[in-house]
């Protein structure tokens, strides 16, 4: 701009100068060349402006934001699938550990009848220790076979009589250390039965907890994904609108270029009112968009309604919503989603679009209220706006 206005004031200076020496028939001659060489100069400045606008290291850093979350997607998907693989591996464990407890189960119930019947058979024992006890007292037994073997008429009938009270002392500690052991096994079963489900329990109580932080882990990773896929899609929508601003500059430049090369060309041979007259004719070009932005139907209505609230993935209403989700609300008046961006790009496409129309890519959509422009909720951390219509979109009618 600068440069611009110091060629000119030369340029004018230069036109003073010609003024005060030259007469009046050569001045209006020397006016056109010092006029074609100020479009020309013009021309040459906009040119060495144009790289300026095109902004690739913008570009270029939109494109590096989304590999980059490329890459961490892949990572978290990564972990995701590491933490899914050691679900598994817990599950299994848990399932081997049900069959476990299962045939523990069985096995203490078993145990129990088993502890029945040695209940029942020290209670047995213990009786029958009780009634020998109280005969041998009673009967007076220990005195009698003593005073028997003593008073046997010879050796032979009182060693009879000796080896049978050995016979009869030794049943009685035999019966004594089985009533002993048969308490002891009860009491070994039992607790070996305890420890045994006990630590099983504890197994159980272990594996449910690495499952339960297991599950939260794998759902906050898979939160992750889903939050990566999201911006990876808005870095895409991101990079398409930056590519589409780029070219909508260079057409721009281009037409301008092609308007000022034209008035170089026309103006030497147009005269000072032919000059004037080609001037108008290149500012009539374009018309006006013939579409209102009045709203007039339900569509476009709905739409209206939802402007200032945020955008949120994957929300269809009714206070949060993503670019489908306010298109499906806006068609159908149901907080619920018609479709995506994928099943509009599929609807019949219109080449005269009314207010009511959906203005639809690949990766996003919007309502058109004419005029070139649309509602639509752009990304994350955005309001529902109205915004222009990108030139990569096209129009389909529900």
């Not at 009634?131 to 009879?160: N, P």
């Not at 250390?177 to 002891?184: K, L, W």
């Not at 009714?318 to 670019?323: G, I, K, W």
Request: some cysteine.
């Amino acid at each position: 701009m600068l440069l611009k206005n110091m060629l000119l004031c030369c340029i004018m200076r230069m036109c003073g100068d010609i003024d005060n020496i030259i007469g009046k028939g050569e001045e209006m001659r020397l006016r056109k060349r010092v006029h074609s060489a100020f479009i020309a100069t013009v021309l040459t400045c906009s040119l060495a402006v144009t790289p300026v606008l095109a902004a690739p290291d913008t570009l270029e850093s939109l494109q590096q934001e989304q590999e980059d979350l490329k890459n961490q997607k892949e990572a978290a998907q990564n972990e995701l699938n590491s933490l899914q693989s050691d679900l598994d591996t817990i599950v299994t464990k848990l399932a081997d550990l049900e069959d476990q407890l299962i045939a523990k189960g069985e096995e203490i119930i078993q145990i129990k009848a088993d502890l029945e019947a040695a209940e029942e058979k020290r209670q047995e024992q213990y009786d029958a220790m009780k009634l020998r006890i109280k005969y041998m007292y009673e009967a007076g037994t220990g005195s009698a076979t003593m005073e028997k073997v003593m008073t046997s008429g010879d050796i032979s009938s009182m060693l009879t009589q000796a080896e049978y009270l050995q016979q009869v002392h030794d049943y009685d500690r035999e019966q004594l250390q089985e009533y002993a052991d048969t308490v002891q096994e009860i009491e070994d079963l039992q607790a070996k039965s305890e420890q045994e489900l006990a630590d099983l329990e504890d197994l159980e109580s272990e594996y449910q907890q690495q499952e339960e932080n297991l599950n939260s882990m794998i759902s906050s990773k898979s939160d992750e994904v889903s939050n990566l896929d999201g911006m990876l899609q808005e870095a895409a929508r991101k990079i398409q609108e930056e590519k589409d601003r780029q070219e909508a500059e260079a057409e721009r430049q281009r037409q301008l270029e092609e308007q000022q090369r034209q008035q170089a060309q026309n103006e030497p041979v147009s005269g000072g009112s032919g000059g004037q007259s080609g001037g108008g004719g290149s500012t009539s070009s374009g018309s006006d968009d013939s579409y209102d932005a009045v709203t007039g139907n339900a569509i476009v209505d709905r739409a209206y309604s939802k402007i200032g609230l945020w955008y949120e993935w994957g929300a269809c209403g009714p206070n949060t919503f993503d670019c489908s989700g306010l298109v499906s609300y806006a068609l159908t008046g149901s907080y619920s989603r018609l479709g995506t961006t994928y099943t509009f790009m599929g609807w019949t496409r219109v080449s005269n679009p009314q207010p009511g129309d959906v203005c639809t890519s690949w990766t996003h959509c919007g309502i058109y209220i004419g005029n070139g422009q649309m509602i639509h909720a752009p990304h994350t951390g955005a309001q529902i706006t109205i915004g222009s219509v990108p030139s990569n979109m096209i129009y389909v009618r529900y």
